[in-house]
């Protein structure tokens, strides 16, 4: 049945948390699921630096140096088959699953993790913060006009078709928490930050294939964003005092796609382009054209600020383009 409407009110939010869930502190082990990754990376040190032990999903031969270079432990197996790797999940404190991976991929590893987690052996309950993103949120743009709605993490929305899906599994990861297991959801939205990420090197990409900075349409709608470091540190906060069944958002504030395509076209020195629907399909394919860039998907942290103390330190995309990493990242030839 397609989810029409969601929010804070299919999870029990006033529920007593369950006992041993309480604030938390720091270190214990933690089992990583995207490690190697552009967030995965900046979890990761955070876990570190809560002094966490951190072991991590090896998929690729190659990415166990990667991760061992990291001071991760890598633990050789795929999502497909948790079997190999059921004793390490079990015994860990904590697993953050915070990959890109399919979004149809993503309930059947929630399940998996389920059956894992739900016979943990450890004293107190092993916690799951699962990554989804702000995309579920989005109000779809194709002519990229601007959308005033906005969403804190308990508010009800309508997600778009395609990511119904990752709603669903958002929903059985919250569900979790009356199982015994300290689930919760952290709900990116549009993150930057050290020359990297999505939407950003899509722009600057779209001056190699197109000789313009592009953006849809208008180019007035708006995804919030955040840093990258910023996003990072909720996960910390999260694990440390974060309640069962919570969704948790971090933003630092909004720049319109218009915004974006005349900060890249300044560092690379041409100019912008309004592309139809069709030619952003074509120019960044299908699904982050639709998703990322012609989409409103404006949030407010609402719940991170008042439960977890969150607040964040990067506040400003704009200059991070015109001066920062981007700029950087461009000049080494790395977008
Ligand atoms: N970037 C954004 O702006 C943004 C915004 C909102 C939400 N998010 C969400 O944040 C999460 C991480 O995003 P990201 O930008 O950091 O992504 P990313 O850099 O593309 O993530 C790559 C990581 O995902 C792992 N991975 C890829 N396919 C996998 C699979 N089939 N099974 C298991 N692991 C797999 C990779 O492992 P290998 O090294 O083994 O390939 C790598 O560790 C995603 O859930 C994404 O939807 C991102």
Same mark, same amino acid.
């Given at each position: 049945?397609?989810v029409?409407?969601?929010?804070?009110?299919?999870?029990?939010?006033?529920?007593?948390?369950?006992?041993g869930?309480?604030?938390?502190?720091?270190?214990?082990?933690?089992?990583?699921?995207?490690?190697?990754?552009?967030?995965?990376?900046?979890?990761?040190?955070?876990?570190?630096?809560?002094?966490?032990?951190?072991?991590?999903?090896?998929?690729?031969?190659?990415?166990?140096?990667?991760?061992?270079?990291?001071?991760?432990?890598?633990?050789?197996?795929?999502?497909?088959?948790l079997?190999?790797?059921?004793?390490?999940?079990?015994?860990?404190?904590?697993?953050?699953v &915070? #990959?890109?991976?399919?979004?149809?991929?993503?309930?059947p590893? !929630?399940? *998996? /993790?389920? %059956?894992?987690? @739900?016979? =943990?052996?450890?004293?107190?309950?092993?916690?799951?913060?699962?990554?989804?993103?702000?995309?579920?949120?989005?109000?779809?743009?194709?002519?990229?006009?601007?959308?005033?709605?906005?969403?804190?993490?308990d508010?009800?929305?309508?997600?778009?078709?395609?990511?119904?899906?990752?709603?669903?599994?958002e929903?059985?990861?919250?569900r979790?928490?009356?199982?015994?297991?300290?689930?919760?959801?952290?709900?990116?939205?549009?993150?930057?930050?050290?020359?990297?990420?999505?939407?950003?090197?899509?722009?600057?990409?779209?001056?190699?294939?197109?000789?313009?900075?592009?953006? &849809? #349409?208008?180019?007035?709608?708006?995804?919030?964003?955040?840093? !990258?470091? *910023? /996003?990072? %540190?909720?996960? @910390?906060? =999260?694990?440390?005092?974060?309640?069962?069944?919570?969704?948790?958002?971090?933003?630092?504030?909004?720049?319109?796609?218009?915004?974006?395509?005349?900060?890249?076209?300044?560092?690379?020195?041409?100019?912008?382009?309004?592309?139809?629907?069709?030619?952003?399909?074509?120019?960044?394919?299908?699904?982050?054209?639709?998703?990322?860039?012609?989409?409103?998907?404006?949030?407010?942290?609402?719940?991170?600020?008042a439960?977890?103390?969150w607040?964040?330190?990067?506040?400003?995309?704009?200059?991070?383009?015109?001066?920062?990493?981007?700029?950087?990242?461009?000049?080494?030839?790395?977008?």
């Amino acid at each position: 049945m397609p989810v029409t409407s969601v929010g804070a009110r299919s999870v029990d939010r006033e529920r007593p948390r369950p006992v041993g869930t309480a604030v938390t502190g720091g270190g214990g082990r933690a089992f990583v699921l995207g490690a190697t990754g552009y967030l995965g990376r900046q979890v990761v040190a955070v876990l570190q630096d809560e002094g966490f032990d951190v072991a991590a999903l090896s998929r690729r031969p190659d990415s166990a140096a990667e991760l061992a270079a990291m001071g991760v432990r890598p633990v050789a197996g795929s999502i497909d088959d948790l079997g190999p790797y059921e004793a390490e999940l079990r015994s860990a404190d904590a697993v953050v699953v &915070v #990959g890109r991976m399919p979004y149809e991929r993503e309930e059947p590893l !929630v399940a *998996d /993790l389920e %059956r894992v987690l @739900g016979v =943990a052996s450890g004293a107190s309950p092993p916690t799951l913060l699962f990554t989804s993103g702000t995309g579920v949120l989005g109000v779809p743009a194709p002519e990229g006009q601007w959308d005033q709605r906005s969403f804190a993490e308990d508010d009800d929305f309508t997600p778009p078709p395609w990511l119904q899906l990752r709603v669903r599994t958002e929903h059985r990861v919250r569900r979790l928490a009356d199982r015994g297991i300290r689930s919760m959801v952290i709900r990116p939205p549009l993150i930057w930050g050290l020359g990297g990420s999505l939407q950003v090197p899509a722009v600057f990409r779209s001056v190699r294939t197109t000789g313009h900075a592009c953006y &849809v #349409g208008s180019g007035l709608a708006v995804y919030s964003n955040v840093h !990258v470091v *910023d /996003l990072a %540190r909720l996960y @910390g906060l =999260a694990l440390r005092r974060g309640s069962p069944g919570a969704v948790y958002h971090a933003v630092a504030g909004e720049l319109d796609f218009r915004g974006i395509a005349e900060a890249v076209a300044t560092v690379t020195g041409t100019t912008t382009r309004s592309l139809t629907a069709d030619e952003a399909s074509q120019v960044w394919g299908p699904a982050v054209a639709r998703t990322g860039l012609s989409t409103n998907s404006r949030s407010r942290a609402v719940v991170s600020r008042a439960e977890l103390g969150w607040a964040p330190v990067h506040l400003d995309l704009r200059a991070d383009i015109l001066t920062g990493s981007y700029r950087r990242a461009h000049a080494a030839g790395e977008l």
